[in-house]
């Protein structure tokens, strides 16, 4: 009578050859979740130094109309100054 289920020597081979493609398949999986991450801290990084950039340029935009409206207010005093001149 022949035996047609494989041997625990066999089953034990699909096993390990099983286990060995599962370890590889893993690794590369966490190679690329490492890459993802590397990739989510850059660009946490640039959202972050382009919201550094932008907070700066609003204030120096607010002070550069602080100092236009200081100059207009001057300039409406020379203004009311020379016009009181005869």
């Known amino acids: 009578m022949t035996d047609k289920t494989p041997s625990l020597e066999q089953r ?9 493609r599962l370890l590889a398949s893993l690794t590369a999986i966490e190679s690329r979740i490492e890459i ?20 700066s340029a609003k204030l120096a935009s607010q002070r550069l109309e602080s100092f236009v409206g200081e100059v207009r207010d001057q300039l409406t005093k020379i203004e009311v100054l020379l016009g009181k001149k005869p």
């Open 12 to 20: 034990l081979d699909r096993l390990e050859q099983g286990q060995e």
């Open 36 to 55: 993802m991450h590397q990739e989510f801290q850059r660009t946490a990084t640039t959202v972050s130094r382009f919201s550094l950039a932008q907070e």
